[in-house]
T-cell receptor, first 115, second 115 residues
Framework: AQSVTQPDIHITVSEGASLELRCNYSYGATPYLFWYVQSPGQGLQLLLK??????LVQGIKGFEAEFKRSQSSFNLRKPSVHWSDAAEYFCAVGARGGTASKLTFGTGTRLQVTL | EAQVTQNPRYLITVTGKKLTVTCSQN?????MSWYRQDPGLGLRQIYYSMNVEVTDKGDVPEGYKVSRKEKRNFPLILESPSPNQTSLYFC??????????????FGPGTRLTVL
């Protein structure tokens, strides 16, 4: 069974500082990997996804993530955080091979941005 | 505009009073799914549907029912709600063609409180 671990429940960074949110997954093969963002009172919006190919994936809002097979990780990064990035971030893994495959989500990391 | 809609957005009810949360998508997606989000637990899948009249249990189906009589609609039914079903609920949909995993689109969420 697939699983996702987001070890940081809450992170605080200053506006303009760099950001890295950690995500580790467990899956028997190369999975599909996603990062979603949930702003307060909103639904989930897809930031980026990894299916195959280049292990550095660019997303919306200046975010990027790097798939590292050897570390079973898919960490999310942003060089310079803006106050509007304050939100909850979810990493998710999807199993390959089958149209019924579901997304398994991590428990989320809440990002606070100080001015 | 491509979207997933849910109604109601907020609901307070009492134990045992049957309720239905509606979900509708306008993207002609085959796959639809319900999740509940609880603090510290992330999103967990309740039920999913591969297409009309095809539904199956997710990770936490107890106490819930679903139906898929039309492709665009996927209501979530709580026959006898209990306080442990107080949660934030999300409906999602995606294409399910082939072996690739397509982006999942989420509704805005329904915050349910069962007293």
């Amino acid at each position: 069974a697939q699983s996702v671990t987001q070890p940081d429940i809450h992170i605080t960074v200053s506006e303009g500082a760099s950001l890295e949110l950690r995500c580790n997954y467990s899956y028997g093969a190369t999975p599909y990997l996603f990062w979603y963002v949930q702003s307060p009172g909103q639904g989930l919006q897809l930031l980026l996804k990894y299916f195959s190919g280049d292990t550095l994936v660019q997303g919306i809002k200046g975010f990027e993530a790097e798939f590292k097979r050897s570390q079973s990780s898919f960490n999310l990064r942003k060089p310079s955080v803006h106050w509007s990035d304050a939100a909850e971030y979810f990493c998710a893994v999807g199993a390959r091979g089958g149209t019924a495959s579901k997304l398994t989500f991590g428990t989320g990391t809440r990002l606070q941005v100080t001015l | 505009e491509a979207q997933v809609t849910q109604n109601p957005r907020y609901l307070i009810t009492v134990t045992g009073k049957k309720l239905t949360v509606t979900c509708s998508q306008n993207m002609n997606h085959e796959y639809m799914s319900w999740y509940r989000q609880d603090p510290g637990l992330g999103l967990r899948q309740i039920y999913y549907s591969m297409n009309v009249e095809v539904t199956d249990k997710g990770d936490v189906p107890e106490g819930y029912k679903v139906s898929r009589k039309e492709k665009r609609n996927f209501p979530l039914i709580l026959e006898s709600p209990s306080p442990n079903q107080t949660s934030l609920y999300f409906c999602a949909s995606r294409n399910s063609g082939g072996l690739s995993y397509n982006e999942q689109f989420f509704g805005p969420g329904t915050r349910l409180t069962v007293l």
